[in-house]
């Protein structure tokens, strides 16, 4: 131990009393903080500054002309992003937009084609098409820049899509509010007038059947065929007034077939909707695991918004179930397909439901550990994958096999009543010359009777349908389900639009919360300096002792911690000058300062040890070894990029890397200390120090002969 002391003494006042040796162990002490400075106050706030990347915008849209109105939603794009400085946009022509792409002038381009405000305003119609935007981007220019170019394209599909709901939720609340305005000033209800009319066509039908049985029975009876059918028919202006019913109904059963038909269609913009709100889902559950290892609280927080999605899923599961179940049940005969259908939605809603509480479970335990298994992740992805391939096999279904069948059976239904109509109109026009053909023949009767039993079948179906239609509408009103309707329709027009472009308000609460991106990469950096500045020790620094006659017959290991304390001391040295300059020349948030300098102190401790123990031990071969587990470290310990992002082979050696524990233990001072963390994190980066000790006292011994002899063959090739 006296030896050990003398040595690190006698090393110390060498290069005290030696002003070029003082000068380089400056520069060696100060040279690994220069790494770091730079490193973090380069990337100090780089998300706040893109608006130097230029994106550029062409808008060729052309316009729409709505009811005498021009409107040109891609020049009010364009407005807004003149107001928007989070990205640098360029309006420019489109010829200059792909120009300035391909020649790297522009990151990316953004084209409005001319057709835009077009194929918006085709909700209006029934042949609907979805607006494109081209986008462009220059994948070559940089890495990073095109995902916040993507980002920027994001904001301006959500720009889009937020102002066109806005505006059309606005212009239909203005109508609902002039419908409710009519029907509140109206001396007699809508509602009342539809079920007067269908009594007085039912009663219609009621005399018509009455007429039809009598002349039907009066017709078997041959001997008095004439008289019976005259006395029988109703006049003419009975036909006339039971036609005139059916018609009017059909009038009105026809609408509603062009809207059950609407409403087919509709569904199936639901459903797709489903279908791309899945594929949303799954991006945001891995952007969540992304951020797993830079900021586990924004994992959590970004995994819980998921759920927002999921649940939007079920909702439109839900609107479609119950769409296709009230079809289905007001049809003569349920369609088969629908049914399962509706199984296959139910049982999607049930694993979105697992995959919610998963979701929740898992964000709970990033919370509380700060990560979360491999497995659970690749679990949670492949549930959701399987949720969006369900949605996609569901949209594919209802396509091709269920609207058509739907549409199908509607159109059935509703010319049963046309039918009808046509008959009555036939058989109004015709009775006269029926009334003739009988006085002259009786050999036709028997076609006539069954012609009249069919007839009446008809007109008893039809009025069963009229019946169930009008104590529907009886029990509307009797559960004051239109005075509900009016207080929904009554409403502020600027209120619903407003929350109907953005329904959902996203309050993020930062836990561990890390001011700037640069305070954030602090850890790394700091931590990857020490390294560095172990090696710039052992590159510059010799490693064995030269006897003299005060210290001559040293052991092995005398020789080991003798010289060992001169690195140690210069590498706390680096270690104080730069966690100082980190504190206060950079500024960085630090949340616990005597704990920052104390993990960076035992950092420095075991880095130092370890590349000196390499040195010592294997020569030139150790600081090649001490290379090769800097590189490994800086890709596998998570310091920029999570780890779960990265190749199988460095998630495989993260726990086993120094640089984790070292800076796992940094980022609890900097952002916020849970509960023994940070202390783990220390007995993990300690543990490593015995076993470097173990190789440099034990068994470095054995390989101290072969290290010269090695060292012999390099002088004599005479350049090594």
């Not at 039907?216 to 202006?237: G, K």
């Not at 739907?406 to 010359?433: A, C, H, R, W």
């Not at 690195?567 to 966690?579: R, S």
Request: with cysteine; net charge negative.
């Amino acid at each position: 131990m006296k030896h050990t002391i003398q040595i690190f003494f006698r090393d110390l006042t060498k290069i005290i009393h030696n002003p070029f040796a003082l000068i380089v162990s400056i520069g060696m002490v100060m040279i690994p903080s220069l790494y770091a400075w730079f490193n973090i106050a380069a990337c100090w706030d780089p998300y706040g500054n893109t608006q130097g990347i230029s994106v550029a915008v062409a808008n060729t849209d052309s316009g729409y002309s709505l009811a005498g109105v021009q409107i040109n939603v891609g020049g009010m794009v364009i407005d807004n992003l003149a107001k928007n400085n989070q990205i640098g946009w360029r309006f420019v022509s489109k010829e200059q937009a792909l120009q300035g792409v391909e020649d790297g002038s522009y990151y990316a381009a953004v084209i409005i084609p001319e057709d835009f405000s077009t194929k918006i305003a085709s909700i209006l119609t029934d042949d609907i098409q979805r607006p494109t935007i081209q986008y462009y981007v220059n994948q070559k220019k940089n890495a990073v820049a095109p995902k916040i170019t993507d980002k920027g394209v994001g904001v301006i599909q959500q720009q889009i899509n937020e102002t066109f709901i806005a505006t059309a939720t606005e212009a239909v609340g203005n109508l609902l509010n002039d419908a409710g305005q009519s029907i509140q000033n109206a001396e007699k209800k809508p509602l009342d007038g539809l079920i007067q009319s269908l009594n007085e066509a039912n009663s219609s039908l009621e005399d018509f059947s009455t007429s039809i049985q009598a002349f039907e029975n009066a017709s078997l009876a041959i001997d008095d065929v004439l008289q019976t059918v005259q006395d029988t028919v109703p006049q003419a202006e009975t036909w006339e007034d039971a036609v005139t019913s059916v018609d009017d109904v059909k009038g009105l059963m026809d609408s509603s077939q062009t809207a059950s038909t609407q409403i087919a269609s509709s569904l199936e913009d639901i459903v797709e909707m489903a279908k791309e709100t899945g594929s949303s889902a799954s991006q945001s559950l891995t952007d969540a695991f992304a951020l797993l290892h830079t900021d586990a609280q924004a994992a959590a927080n970004q995994m819980r918004e998921t759920k927002d999605g999921l649940y939007r899923i079920i909702g439109f599961n839900n609107k479609v179930i119950t769409a296709l179940e009230d079809i289905n049940n007001a049809l003569p005969i349920p369609l088969d397909g629908v049914k399962q259908m509706v199984a296959r939605l139910q049982s999607s809603n049930d694993v979105i439901n697992q995959l919610i509480t998963d979701i929740d479970g898992a964000a709970k335990t990033i919370e509380e550990a700060g990560s979360l298994p491999l497995e659970t992740q690749n679990q949670l992805l492949e549930k959701c994958n399987q949720i969006q391939g369900d949605l996609t096999d569901i949209s594919n279904v209802y396509k091709t096999g269920i609207r058509p069948s739907l549409e199908q059976s509607i159109k059935d239904v509703y010319q049963s009543l046309g039918s009808l109509s046509e008959l009555l109109s036939s058989f109004g026009n015709t009775m006269p010359g029926i009334t003739r053909s009988l006085e002259g023949t009786s050999s036709a009767l028997g076609h006539t009777v069954d012609a009249l039993a069919s007839v009446d079948t008809l007109i008893t179906k039809t009025q069963d349908k009229i019946t169930r239609m009008v104590d529907g509408l009886n029990s509307v009103e009797e559960e004051e389900r239109w005075d509900k309707l009016l207080e929904i329709i009554w409403n502020d027009p600027d209120v619903t639009s407003s929350f109907m472009s953005s329904p959902v308000q996203i309050q993020t609460n930062n836990l561990y919360n890390i001011e700037n991106y640069g305070s954030a990469m602090t850890p790394f950096y700091t931590i990857l300096c020490l390294w560095v500045g172990g090696l710039v020790l052992v590159a510059i620094l010799k490693c064995n002792v030269k006897e003299d006659e005060r210290l001559h017959d040293l052991t092995p290991t005398e020789v080991y911690f003798g010289r060992y304390l001169i690195f140690l001391f210069l590498g706390l040295l680096q270690t104080l000058v730069v966690c100082l300059g980190d504190l206060y020349l950079l500024g960085i948030q630090c949340e616990n300062i005597p704990l920052f300098f104390l993990s960076a102190f035992i950092a420095s401790l075991v880095f130092t040890n370890i590349v000196y123990t390499l040195t010592i031990s294997f020569g030139d071969i150790g600081k090649a070894i001490a290379v090769i587990l800097l590189v490994i470290q800086v890709a596998g310990a998570g310091g920029t990029y999570p780890i779960e992002v990265m190749p199988q082979f460095f998630q495989a050696v993260h726990p086993l890397l120094p640089f984790t524990h070292a800076i796992n233990a940094m980022r609890e001072t900097i952002g916020g200390i849970y509960q023994t963390a940070y202390w783990m994190d220390l007995l993990k980066l300690s543990a490593y120090l015995p076993i470097s000790l173990l190789i440099g006292v034990i068994l470095r011994k054995p390989l101290i002969r072969f290290n010269h002899f090695f060292e012999e063959q390099l002088e004599e090739t005479g350049i090594m």
